[in-house]
């Protein structure tokens, strides 16, 4: 049986911890993060293969640091090995994903840390805040934040801006947004041609001539 070594990480990466187990019969291992079991997640992947204990955490935060126990049993008994610390330092927001346009008013990011309860995401336009109302949707879930015009007009044409700070520092990314005015398009395209066609009308109507 070899114990865990103590591990220390950047907030945001993967951690894994690991000791090598025998038995007859095979043990049965399990893993606890203080006095809490760990159950096998998307987060916390666990595995057992060939006498190699495993634990993967997926994302390492700042919450997840404490002492962590591999316990293994069989008929025989049991044998408990720890590690001291899995520390997630801290670290200022960073986007890993600029903003992406999708259809004519959706914006989409990408940041990192993800599960800081001191994070702020705002949303600006030219510099100025803008907030959540019935036509703007915003979105900001496990590190992906999106930006939604229900309707976009002319006037939200301008610098888009995705702003983050956490207490620890900031950071930004922007994409520009152009709306084409949609009534000087209608004006130019639609009505010249329906002004014609109502000439020919009336010219159609000029050409007769009425006798009684």
Known sequence: YTGLKNKTVTEGESVTLECHISGH????VTWYREDYKIESSMDFQITFKAGLA?????????EDSGRFTCTATNKAGSVSTSSEEVTGEPIPPFFIRKPVQFGPAHFECRLTPIGDPTMVVEWLHD???????????MINEFGYCSLDYGVAYSRDSGVI????????????TS????VKDEKSLVEESQLPEGRRGLQRIEDYFHSFEIRY
Do not use: S
Not at 25 to 28: A, C, D, H, L, V
């Open 25 to 28: 019969p095979p043990p049965t």
């Open 54 to 62: 495993r634990l993967v955490i997926r994302e390492a935060f700042a």
């Open 127 to 137: 510099g100025k805040p803008l907030e959540a109302a019935n036509r703007l949707r």
């Open 161 to 172: 801006t995705c702003r983050a700070t956490n207490k620890y520092g900031t950071d930004h």
């Open 175 to 178: 994409a520009t947004l152009i």
